[in-house]
């Protein structure tokens, strides 16, 4: 998506709490301009090291900051906001 900020879902297949994150997100990240791209961590061992035992966990790819499980709409605004 063009001109859009990207909101980053690590989880894996089979995950239902990172499908209910997704759900959550999609809203709030579409209305603060950001797009979501799902990251399969089971795809790197360095992903997997880092987030196997904390998914889902959402991350803006234009900084470091993280949304760990469990999370609601508020926290996800947090989020999305510029500072």
């Keep these: 998506m063009a001109g859009s900020r990207l909101l980053l879902l690590y989880g894996t297949v ?4 990172c499908e209910t ?3 959550i997100a999609l809203a709030e990240a579409a209305r603060a301009g950001f797009a979501i791209e799902d ?5 790197d061992e360095s992903l997997l090291e880092r987030y196997g035992a904390l998914i889902p966990v959402l991350r803006r790819s234009d900084r470091s900051s993280e949304l760990r499980w469990p999370f609601d ?3 996800l605004r ?3 906001q510029d500072d």
């Design 14 to 17: 089979g995950c239902t709490l």
């Design 39 to 43: 990251v399969d961590i089971a795809d």
């Design 73 to 75: 709409h508020h926290a």
């Design 78 to 80: 947090m989020l999305l």
């Design 21 to 23: 994150a997704r759900e």
